[in-house]
């Protein structure tokens, strides 16, 4: 099974106090709770793909200790905070299947786009499968929950939006499909696309239903 997940950060303390305020009483707390939650969803065979800032040390043995730690096959698209490993002698880069700055992979019939930074307008945005469904999502990370997410949403919903007329001729909104990865929306374990699909209009809603209510009062 493909899983996907992005922004852990191990070893980066200051996400316990700032910008995500994790809250984590220490860096080993964090490290430790974020072990336990991808193993007790990653089994053996498993392919995890991370999504950029997979890991915020420059310490080749603590890199290591994170990944030995970890199950599955582990493959990493590049991300801001990754080049300060990526480079290091010592790390144990057979751990990983592969490392790119980017991808585009098959997963059970549907296209996945795969960058650390949202893409907008990315590539096959506009498919549709049989059942006129979306049939590519574009899988991102880097902004977390911050105000630039926000923007990224607002995107979206003007491309939703927004018809046009594709190549094979027909009529219709954008099925624009953009997933953020953040592994604090999925509580630190890595999902499947469905799952993360069903993760994100859920929060989607929750999001719609709050600006609603603000909207009352």
């Known amino acids: 099974m493909k899983l996907y997940i992005s922004d852990l950060h191990f070893y980066h303390s200051l996400l316990n106090t700032r910008m995500d305020m994790r809250g984590f009483e220490s860096t080993e707390a964090m490290n430790s ?4 939650q991808w193993n007790s969803k990653v089994q053996g065979g498993d392919i995890v793909i991370v999504i950029g800032d997979f890991i915020g040390s420059k310490r080749p043995h603590e890199v290591n200790a994170i990944l030995r730690r970890l199950n599955g096959k582990i493959c990493l698209i590049e991300g801001n905070h990754d080049k300060e490993w990526l480079n ?7 751990r990983f299947e592969w490392i790119k700055p980017y991808a585009e992979i098959e997963d059970h019939g549907k296209n996945v786009i795969l960058s650390h930074y949202p893409t907008f307008c990315y590539n096959h945005q506009h498919t549709r499968d049989t059942n006129n469904n979306p049939k590519t999502y574009m899988l991102y990370g880097h902004v977390h929950n911050s105000p630039d997410e ?5 995107f979206q919903e003007i491309t939703r939006r927004t018809v046009v007329t594709n190549a094979k001729g027909v009529t219709g909104p954008i099925p624009c499909q953009m997933i953020n990865c ?7 374990k890595p999902l ?3 799952e993360w699909i069903k993760v994100d209009a859920e929060r989607r ?13």
């Open 205 to 217: 809603q929750m999001s719609l239903s709050g600006s609603t209510r603000q909207s009352i009062l």
């Open 33 to 36: 709770y974020m072990i336990s």
């Open 88 to 94: 290091k002698e010592g790390v144990d880069f057979d």
């Open 150 to 154: 926000k923007l990224v949403n607002e």
């Open 182 to 188: 953040f592994c604090m929306f999925s509580d630190y």
């Open 192 to 194: 499947s696309l469905e």
